[in-house]
């Protein structure tokens, strides 16, 4: 039986060499099917980071993340990041170092929201799918900077912060996968939805459109910086505080059934 071949010029069962550590040529045919299914499954379960990256991978080529790359060689700082291809690693940003750091600092802030959700430097998948070496690379660096636009904005892992904080980076960096996600709105309780479309969402596009290109922060230089003035900087207007906001209203209706029960007993 003949190969079965794409428009990428390959087959499937004589895979080309890959062109950095790790990567994964796929035919036209695979990507599509891995957008597909990454989107599907990642729908289903929104905290698996491992489709969410797959999906992020796989909808990125051609256009988006070359869009992304552009956006960084038109920039100074984002030509020397893509120069030095600094990588944000617990070795490269030991939290031992960045807890010492002065209180409001970025470095300080970073670390204390890694130490609240419970994560590290080191969470974030290596890219795989993209063909391009220097794209690639663009792909890991927004990939392993997430977590400091987390600790800049304050929002939580939970999937409700994660929406917005996914629509603020779609609608500054126009990558598809972060447009995608908030499809996973559809998991949230009716409150929270309500909660994404009146306050997150609002909040998500206009900072998301009007900030700086958040992609071109050399993070570890800035990691003295006082976080208030960095946000200023950037254009970024912290939101409201979500996780205060669903630990009151939790109290409001905890307080409530209580008082409920008394009157009813």
Known sequence: MPAIRNFRGFSVLKRPPGVYDGHVPLTNIERGALAVGSAVMSLINPRRGDLIATLGETTATPYFIYHLRDTMLSSPTGRRILRDRPRITSQSMPLSYLHKLPENSVGRTYASWLDREGVTPDTRDSVKYIDNEESA?????????????????????????????????????????????????????????????????????????????????????????????????????????????????????????????????
């Not at 006082?226 to 906001?245: A, F, Q, S, Y």
Request: proline letters at 5%; a positive charge; one cysteine or more.
């Open 137 to 265: 690379y663009v792909m890991q660096r927004y990939r392993e900077c997430h977590d400091f636009y987390h600790a800049l904005t304050g929002l939580p892992v939970m999937v409700e912060g994660e929406v917005a904080l996914k629509t603020f980076e779609f609608a500054n960096t126009l990558l598809p996968m972060a447009g995608l996600s908030i499809f996973a709105v559809t998991k949230l309780r009716p409150a929270e939805r309500r909660r994404f479309w009146q306050t997150y969402l609002p909040w998500a596009l206009r900072n998301g459109l009007w900030c700086r290109d958040i992609i071109n922060v050399y993070w570890e230089e800035e990691l003295e910086r006082d976080v208030d003035h960095m946000r200023i900087e950037l254009g970024i207007e912290k939101p409201p505080d979500l996780r205060r906001t669903r630990k009151q209203l939790a109290y409001k209706r905890k307080s409530s059934r209580e008082k409920q029960n008394r009157t009813s007993g």
